[in-house]
């Protein structure tokens, strides 16, 4: 059930959200029909747990395992598609709950990585962090892994990549691996972003 890793890879903080197909940052289809979640492929590095949306039987079951917490990464618009109230199933389940919203207009901030570490300060034992396929939180662990545990952007990208993060897409067209480093340039402000 439980993919278990030692270490993990980035394939870029910028390229890996937006070029990697792995995480959605754009908005949700609402023509698509929900359907029950499947279950999930659950990655741990530690005492987290990523995963895309994991169905309630997860829940119950990661529960019953020991997760005290879950980290729930999709916007309010995906929640609201679900076919299931996931904060009511978790409170039932006395499990805590942390809604850090991703994608679309909704975060990829720095202060979504403090926020992501706020949380798994505040939730002892195992923590679950999810958003739809599970790209966006790996996308956010990465982040977190450099900006508070001191791991450069490469030593990232190498501990994610075990929790189903392959190549790039830019990667896998060039047809091999591209370096990835912090620059120390601030990012421009979206008025910045409009010149």
Not at 24 to 45: W, Y
Not at 69 to 79: D, F, Y
Request: glycine share 14%; aromatic share 6%.
């Amino acid at each position: 059930m439980f993919k278990t890793t030692l270490g993990c890879s980035i394939v870029g903080l910028a390229v890996m959200g937006g070029l990697s197909g792995c995480g959605s940052a754009g908005e949700v289809d609402e023509a698509q029909p929900v359907s029950a979640p499947s279950d999930a492929t659950l990655h741990r590095s530690g005492r987290v747990i990523l995963a895309g949306q994991v169905s309630p039987a997860q829940f119950r079951d990661l529960q019953k395992r020991g997760t005290y917490s879950v980290i729930n990464c999709r916007t309010q618009r995906e929640i609201d598609r679900l076919p299931f109230d996931q904060a009511a199933l978790l409170g039932d389940l006395g499990v805590g709950y942390t809604h850090l919203p991703l994608g679309g207009s909704d975060g990829y901030s720095p202060e979504d990585v403090d926020a992501f570490a706020e949380a798994l300060r505040a939730h002892g034992g195992d923590v679950l962090v999810h958003c739809g396929s599970g790209g966006r939180v790996r996308m956010l662990y990465a982040a977190y892994l450099v900006r508070y545990e001191g791991l450069s952007v490469e030593e990232a990208r190498t501990r994610i990549e075990p929790l189903g993060q392959g190549p790039s897409s830019l990667e896998r067209l060039l047809g091999e691996r591209i370096r990835y480093e912090l620059t120390g340039e601030p990012l421009p402000t979206p008025d910045e972003d409009e010149s």
